[in-house]
């Protein structure tokens, strides 16, 4: 079945520091791949996602690549910030998200200034 | 953008009572809700969709007499989780995708954090 694999956290970096999230997934078909994050006490957010092969998904800084060769949409951002400090959750969904969404186990993200 | 929200965001319940988590819409219609528990520092386990004027579909290993699941209105999903018992505090979260948004774009909830004493 469909799943998604993400690299365990917590993840702790300083200010400006280059960030980067693995993950992985398993799909029968031609899935849509997201990056959820969830700051403390608030609800899950759309970070950004892909709905294609090779394509790039981005926003605040935050940059992912569907890449069907490896099966990865790895999360990155060149520049961290204290306010970057959440969860971020890599999913993947078929039939454009109108079926079911997969959660990776989350990544915990700490910032320092 | 498009709003999803729960009612309540927080409940203590004592074991052996039944509680009623809502899940709406706010600006859209939505004919399938999801619903999701979520262990701390864990992810988000799917639990059931929702379907509007139908029946839920249920995820393997949950007990569909212990979460009632019922879809009243395009924009209300309610969850009801009956008997409760320690076991079952949790953070549920609820989603709806958006019909015609881009890419099937989901919108969650807040969640709702369950407490059973």
């Known amino acids: 079945g469909d799943s998604v694999t993400q690299m365990e956290g917590p993840v702790t970096l300083s200010e400006e520091a280059f960030l980067t999230i693995n993950c992985t997934y398993t799909?029968?078909?031609?899935?849509?791949l997201f990056w959820y994050v969830q700051y403390p006490g608030e609800g899950l957010q759309l970070l950004l996602k892909?709905?294609?092969?090779?394509d790039k998904g981005s926003n605040k800084g935050f940059e992912a690549t569907y890449r069907k060769e490896t099966t990865s949409f790895h999360l990155e951002k060149g520049s961290v910030q204290v306010s970057d400090s959440a969860v971020y959750f890599c999913?993947?969904?078929?039939?454009?998200?109108?079926?079911?969404?997969?959660f990776g186990s989350g990544t915990k993200l700490n910032v320092k200034p | 953008g498009a709003v999803v929200s729960q009612h309540p965001s927080w409940v203590i319940c004592k074991s052996g009572t039944s509680v009623k988590i809502e899940c709406r819409s706010l600006?859209?219609?939505?004919?399938?809700m999801f619903w999701y528990r979520q262990f701390p520092k864990q992810s988000l386990m799917l639990m059931a969709t929702?379907?509007?004027?139908?029946?839920?579909?249920?995820e393997q290993g949950v007990e569909k007499d212990k979460f009632l699941i019922n879809h009243a209105s395009l924009t209300l999903s309610t969850l009801t989780v009956t008997s409760a018992h320690p076991e079952d505090s949790s953070f549920y979260i609820c989603?709806?995708?958006?019909?015609?948004?881009?890419?099937?774009?989901?919108?969650f909830g807040p969640g709702t954090r369950l407490t059973v004493t």
């Open positions: 999913a993947l969904s078929d039939f454009g998200g109108f079926n079911k969404f997969y």
């Open positions: 989603s709806a995708p958006l019909a015609g948004g881009p890419s099937g774009e989901q919108y």
């Open positions: 600006d859209f219609q939505a004919t399938t």
């Open positions: 799909a029968t078909g031609y899935p849509s």
């Open positions: 929702s379907n509007e004027g139908s029946k839920a579909t249920y």
């Open positions: 892909a709905t294609k092969a090779d």
